[in-house]
């Protein structure tokens, strides 16, 4: 087991709601008031301070620091129909030494594969620390009956997951069934039992409004999610700077009512270094330093790490080598 | 290792400040008729940036004639040959923003993250867009053939050097009249630099004349028998004297003055984005803003989470190097301000508002206040009544939308205005009782040249920008 799933057992020890906040999750009504309570989210408010966290200028010792930082945080996934167990032994490759030419180069946080691909990432991945994630719950659209989800679960963790990223019924959301899709939260919570962490993923693309994404933030905390994660990378929207930012204040705000703290993680769409220091920006000035550490901050992405490799490489020797002296796998 | 920025300097290696200027009268740059001149320092270290002459009643009198000469001229070209030079101009001060942007950083002290992206971008939209109105003047409601006034004499403050040029150059010119300007005293150095655009755009000499200058430069400008209309921007105490001055002659005068904005906050607001409206509307270049946020009205059932909140986010504003792109908060303009600024505070805390301001650690050179907030102010308080014009937040509550706007209508000022509530029906009830020239809804400190600008009562009267702000430079 890796290092980072013991940590996340002994963070979250049971699935139940925060002691704080017991009590809006006793019925249907009484949730339904308590996001309804939430705050507001003015959305052209929101998106202004988003795009001027990303005016930052990330410079020499800072930029060394964070573009390791952000290799580090890395959730480094393929999540293709056409994935096989060459493609995810290939990926574990890279994901232990992203860069060939330099054994410093940090190795990433996870692999993010589907449950039926567990058993040979983990097996790539031993002794490593790398965390196996995988996706269940009928990834990506969540449509299927709850036994299925559940069973989908169970083979992950059996297969040796350390982490979950399960995928909320977002048509329950939507139509205002929330008691629903807490409960299946914690259904699930208890399905990766003591072994795994469990990122939820809201699908802010299909939530629409900021609104929505401040309560199902708020759901899936209440729920016992260790992570709050945007988006399954399968729809037009997924992680952008405003909805990550708005995550980030609902974790900020949790950890103050609650004590609890809660990761968070964009993905989907986030392709550059330059990209990626931005969203370090937002965690460093809206959550604060304590989430700057793969413990509580990741990145879902696949192509981002060769960007971020090349920035590394730019920066130690003060050229550009480009996309050849990076690996493709 | 934490992640603190390093530093990430502006180069100023872009622009290049000649050690003297002279005063920019028919097309030219030539010496004060007595020669005399004065330094413009930069705020943020107290080094000397350059020498500048000092306009006096001779200068005076050579700029307003060479303007009057000028006017015929350029008051008989079509429309669309004056928005040419004004199209021109504008396209020179997006092709040179960087050079401006830094130039007016060292000369103001704002950090250069507001001087070029919010500053500049408005100073060029601003000549495009009266650019645009100079052919279709008898489009704009007033009259079929409106004409201009004549010479005109703009007096503009140190707080956004270019854009208040822009507010009183661009409309000006856009509808056929000629100009004499007066920038600040602190901050002469961008308006100077306009002043070569203008020979690079080969605006006809004598349209727009540049007088550097100290007050008095400004009054004899002002009293000039030769002047047709005033145009002024700055505090309400100058603004009085203009209006006497002028007083018993024809001569027109506009005039946009201090303010004490109220900036009200419901309990059902966006808290997270009316915090940051909260940041944006008093710390924004340092507080030097007429119309800045700088009376927080909040509604009691939320004024301790609002206040945890704006603490929390006080704390991240970085204060420091204007150059520096991660920069917040940039220097205080001058000593003078800075005292002002200081006494202030201090009569806040005498007379018994609690001050609380996040540890900042401040430069060693040059003028500096941490962003500063009081709360269990009053309205009998002198830092609930009076224009601080620096980074320094007075906080009151309020019960009910009524008391809400009872508060945020007492003061003599009336310039400007916020409101966050997530609630339309309020936001349009509030908007109509408010006695402010602007009012925002779940923002703050947002401008656009379309949109007129001006107060109520001792902010002043007259409007800028939009196609209000064509009549004020109209003989309508």
């Given amino acids: 087991m890796s290092s980072l799933a013991s940590t996340a057992s002994t963070a979250s020890p049971a699935p139940t709601a925060a002691p704080a906040l017991a009590d809006v999750t006793a019925s249907d009504a009484a949730l339904r008031r308590f996001l309804h309570g939430l705050p507001g989210v003015d959305a052209v408010g929101l998106e202004s301070r988003a795009a001027a966290l990303g005016t930052r200028s990330i410079k020499t010792t800072t930029k060394a620091y964070a573009l390791d930082l952000a290799i580090s945080m890395i959730d480094?996934?393929?999540?293709?129909?056409?994935?096989?167990?060459?493609?995810?032994?290939?990926?574990?490759?890279?994901g232990r030494h992203p860069d060939p030419t330099d054994r410093e180069?940090?190795?990433?946080?996870?692999?993010?594969?589907?449950?039926?691909?567990?058993?040979?990432?983990?097996?790539?991945?031993?002794?490593?620390?790398?965390?196996?994630?995988?996706?269940?719950?009928?990834?990506?659209?969540?449509?299927?009956?709850?036994?299925?989800?559940?069973?989908?679960?169970?083979?992950?963790?059996?297969?040796?997951?350390d982490e979950v990223d399960m995928v909320i019924d977002r048509g329950a959301f939507l139509a205002g069934r929330y008691l629903s899709v807490y409960e299946e939260i914690l259904a699930v919570r208890e399905a990766c039992g003591e072994q795994a962490h469990l990122k939820v993923i809201l699908e802010n693309g299909e939530l629409a409004t900021y609104d929505n994404i401040r309560r199902a933030s708020w759901l899936a905390m209440l729920a016992g999610a260790d992570f709050i994660k945007t988006s399954?990378?399968?729809?037009?929207?997924?992680?952008?700077?405003?909805?990550?930012?708005?995550?980030?204040?609902?974790?900020?705000?949790?950890?103050?009512?609650?004590?609890?703290?809660?990761?968070?993680?964009?993905?989907?769409?986030?392709?550059?270094?330059?990209?990626?220091?931005?969203?370090?920006?937002?965690?460093?000035?809206?959550?604060?330093?304590?989430?700057?550490?793969?413990?509580?901050?990741?990145f879902g992405a696949s192509s981002l790490l060769n960007d971020l490799l090349m920035q590394r490489q730019k920066l130690g020797t003060g050229r550009y080598s480009g996309p050849d002296y990076v690996t493709v796998d | 290792?934490?992640?603190?920025?390093?530093?990430?300097?502006?180069?100023?290696?872009?622009?290049?400040?000649?050690?003297?200027?002279?005063?920019?009268?028919?097309?030219?740059?030539?010496?004060?008729?007595?020669?005399?001149?004065?330094?413009?320092?930069?705020?943020?270290?107290?080094?000397?940036?350059?020498?500048?002459?000092?306009?006096?009643?001779?200068?005076v009198d050579a700029a307003v004639r060479s303007a009057r000469e000028a006017f015929a001229g350029w008051s008989a070209l079509p429309g669309a040959e004056r928005a040419k030079y004004l199209f021109r101009i504008?396209?020179?001060?997006?092709?040179?923003?960087?050079?401006?942007?830094?130039?007016?950083?060292?000369?103001?002290?704002?950090p250069i993250r507001e001087s070029r992206d919010v500053d500049l971008p408005l100073v060029a939209a601003h000549f495009f867009y009266y650019a645009g109105w100079a052919d279709k003047l008898e489009h704009a409601g007033f009259g079929p053939a409106p004409r201009p006034v004549g010479v005109t004499a703009g007096v503009i403050p140190w707080n956004f050097p270019l854009l208040m040029l822009a507010w009183k150059v661009a409309p000006a010119l856009a509808t056929g009249n000629t100009m004499v300007l007066k920038p600040a005293e602190t901050t002469p150095l961008t308006a100077l630099l306009f002043a070569r655009i203008c020979q690079q755009a080969e605006l006809p000499p004598g349209v727009l004349n540049i007088l550097t200058g100290d007050g008095a430069t400004g009054a004899a400008l002002v009293a000039h028998p030769g002047v047709d209309k005033v145009a002024f921007t700055g505090s309400t105490e100058v603004g009085k004297a203009i209006a006497r001055t002028v007083a018993g002659s024809d001569k027109r005068v506009t005039l946009e003055l201090g303010g004490k904005a109220a900036h009200l906050v419901f309990e059902d607001a966006a808290l997270d984005q009316a915090v940051e409206g909260i940041v944006q509307g008093i710390f924004f270049n340092q507080g030097h803003v007429c119309c800045a946020g700088s009376r927080l009205l909040v509604q009691e059932s939320v004024a301790d989470e609002v206040l945890a909140a704006l603490k929390a986010r006080m704390s991240t504003l970085?204060?420091?190097?204007?150059?520096?792109?991660?920069?917040?908060?940039?220097?205080?303009?001058?000593?003078?301000?800075?005292?002002?600024?200081?006494?202030?505070?201090?009569?806040?805390?005498?007379?018994?508002?609690?001050?609380?301001?996040?540890?900042?650690?401040?430069?060693?050179?040059?003028?500096?206040?941490?962003?500063t907030l009081f709360t269990g102010v009053t309205q009998a308080h002198r830092i609930a009544r009076e224009e601080i014009f620096g980074p320094v937040l007075s906080v009151l509550t309020f019960r009910t939308p009524q008391e809400a706007v009872e508060k945020a209508n007492n003061t003599p000022y009336g310039l400007s205005a916020g409101i966050w509530t997530e609630k339309g029906s309020r936001s349009l009830w509030l908007a109509s009782r408010l006695r402010a020239g602007i009012v925002w809804s779940n923002t703050f400190n947002k401008f656009d040249p379309t949109s007129p600008f001006g107060g109520y009562q001792e902010s002043g009267y007259g409007r800028e920008g939009g196609r209000h702000g064509l009549e004020a430079y109209l003989d309508v």
């Fill in chain 1, 76 to 94: 480094l996934t393929t999540l293709e129909g056409a994935d096989t167990p060459g493609k995810v032994r290939a990926l574990c490759a890279k």
């Fill in chain 2, 318 to 371: 970085r204060v420091g190097d204007p150059l520096d792109k991660n920069t917040d908060i940039g220097a205080i303009n001058s000593a003078e301000q800075l005292a002002r600024i200081t006494a202030l505070a201090e009569a806040g805390e005498a007379e018994g508002a609690e001050r609380w301001a996040p540890s900042c650690e401040l430069p060693s050179t040059g003028y500096w206040f941490a962003p």
């Fill in chain 1, 105 to 161: 180069t940090p190795s990433v946080a996870a692999i993010c594969v589907y449950s039926d691909l567990v058993a040979v990432a983990r097996e790539a991945l031993a002794g490593s620390g790398i965390a196996v994630a995988s996706v269940a719950t009928a990834f990506p659209a969540g449509r299927a009956a709850r036994s299925v989800k559940l069973a989908d679960t169970a083979e992950a963790v059996a297969a040796g997951a």
């Fill in chain 2, 90 to 110: 504008a396209r020179l001060i997006q092709e040179r923003s960087r050079e401006l942007a830094v130039l007016e950083t060292l000369d103001n002290g704002k």
């Fill in chain 2, 1 to 59: 290792m934490t992640f603190d920025y390093a530093p990430a300097p502006e180069s100023r290696a872009i622009v290049d400040i000649p050690p003297s200027h002279g005063l920019f009268i028919d097309g030219r740059f030539r010496a004060a008729a007595d020669e005399t001149v004065f330094k413009t320092v930069s705020p943020a270290s107290e080094e000397v940036l350059s020498e500048v002459a000092n306009a006096g009643a001779d200068d």
């Fill in chain 1, 232 to 298: 399954t990378g399968k729809v037009g929207v997924n992680a952008t700077p405003a909805n990550t930012l708005l995550m980030l204040q609902a974790v900020r705000d949790f950890r103050a009512a609650t004590g609890r703290q809660i990761g968070v993680k964009p993905a989907g769409g986030i392709r550059t270094a330059k990209d990626a220091l931005k969203f370090l920006v937002l965690v460093n000035e809206t959550a604060g330093p304590d989430w700057l550490s793969p413990r509580w901050f990741r």
